[in-house]
């Protein structure tokens, strides 16, 4: 009885596993979205829904199926496991010889106590969940007296999952993003700049289920295209965590300058934001976006406080929504480490907000004088013909091309 088990992942539901009589929607969101995260993996996979997990499998390196999966949005575990028969022989065998396994590809230090948890899915099973707990238990301390047994902190919890026709065995728990399938929510499309900010709010975004576009308003012709090179990366890193979205650029110096002109002095910088959410707005809408994702929190810069952030919403013809309004710096920094972004944020660019931005921005900007700025130029014409140049391009879709799995 020396045939190993075969190697699978079993992927835990989250928020899915609560969505009552809509489940299956957004368990089919959520294995779409696997299949496009499991797109050039080489070799074969396969995906099977058990209850509220998903086994995926199949001759591709597990390490590389765990590592895709940790990416999909809205599974709360990623286990690495193996497939075997389900009779108490068969669990038996394989939990003792995982154990043995790990004692002797670590410190003595390291393997020194266990426990058995067993979840019994097929009720026809001899035992019930503790049963097994206990005679696998009993088994291994029979096979291995070495080993203790710590029900409450283990440092290796065997996790039996007891299926009709196969059981799945574990004993390595990775955590996973959590959150609702991106794309179950609806569609946004986010203001993307080149700091810290918008990405972590993206992301945030999709964890509640919105799949996103990027838009980025750099300040060309007036400021070279480092802030470009910085949001294309940006959004390729984004993608890695759905299908990828599109990523348009908008060249927005002359309409800033034109702005000046106007006479916004302190306005300056509201009135541009006032301008790039119209034009988002009507360039979401006519690609099927719900909503508008910016990285304001509240309070963090002049042109964030709460009377200019209303101010700016005014202009928005969609929902503006802020993941990040009641965040402190560090804690969107931190944030930008975990999920890869601070790298590329930390770069320096040009940002277009800094162009021809006053020595002092107004803290309360006020609708009327903004729109005595406004009335000073065609508004739906300067929209117009920022839409007409914009640059599209599809970050990282080049990594997911190729058949689904």
């Not at 993996?41 to 001759?59: N, R």
């Not at 949001?231 to 984004?238: D, F, G, M, N």
């Not at 759905?242 to 002359?254: E, N, S, T, Y």
């Not at 021809?356 to 004088?369: G, H, T, Y």
Request: proline share 6%.
């Amino acid at each position: 009885m020396d045939t190993p088990g075969q190697p699978c992942v079993l992927l835990k539901h989250g928020e899915v596993f609560l969505k009552g009589r809509n489940r299956h929607r957004f368990t089919e969101r959520l294995h779409d979205n696997l299949r496009v995260a499991l797109r050039g993996v080489e070799g074969s996979t396969w995906i099977k829904p058990v209850q509220s997990v998903t086994v995926l499998g199949g001759d591709a390196p597990v390490e590389e199926l765990v590592e895709r999966a940790r990416r999909v949005i809205g599974f709360t575990h990623v286990e690495p496991a193996i497939r075997i028969p389900s009779t108490l022989d068969e669990i038996t065998h394989h939990a003792i010889a995982a154990l043995r396994r790990l004692e002797s590809e670590s410190d003595r230090d390291e393997v020194r106590s266990f426990a058995v948890r067993t979840r019994r899915r097929d009720k026809r099973f001899p035992l019930n969940s503790s049963g097994v707990d206990r005679y696998v238990g009993a088994r291994i301390k029979d096979a291995l007296p070495q080993l203790t047994v710590s029900l409450k902190r283990p440092d290796v919890r065997l996790s039996i999952a007891v299926d009709r026709g196969e059981t799945h065995l574990s004993w390595r728990r990775l955590p996973g993003l959590t959150g609702l399938p991106v794309g179950s929510s609806g569609r946004a499309l986010v203001l993307l700049s080149g700091g810290y900010d918008s990405p972590v709010a993206a992301h945030h975004a999709m964890r509640r289920g919105l799949a996103c576009d990027f838009v980025h308003f750099s300040g060309a012709p007036y400021a070279n295209p480092s802030s470009v090179y910085k949001a294309y990366a940006l959004a390729r890193e984004l993608n890695r965590y759905q299908p990828p979205g599109r990523l348009q650029v908008i060249a927005l110096g002359k309409a800033q300058r034109q702005l000046s002109v106007a006479g916004a002095g302190r306005l300056q910088v509201v009135a541009q934001r006032r301008l790039m959410v119209r034009t988002a707005s009507v360039l979401a809408a006519r690609d099927g976006g719900e909503a508008l994702v910016t990285g304001d929190s509240l309070g963090q810069v002049a042109s964030q406080t709460l009377a200019n952030l209303a101010a700016v919403d005014e202009a928005a013809a969609l929902p503006v929504l802020r993941p990040l309004i009641g965040w402190d710096k560090q804690e969107i920094i931190d944030e930008a480490r975990t999920i890869g972004t601070a790298g590329i944020s930390v770069l320096p660019d040009e940002d277009c907000c800094q162009l021809l931005a006053p020595p002092r921005v107004s803290l309360r900007a006020r609708l009327p004088e903004l729109a005595a700025v406004e009335k000073r130029l065609d508004l739906d014409e300067l929209v117009a013909a920022l839409l007409e140049h914009t640059q599209v391009m599809t970050p990282g879709a080049e990594e997911t091309a190729g058949e689904p799995a």
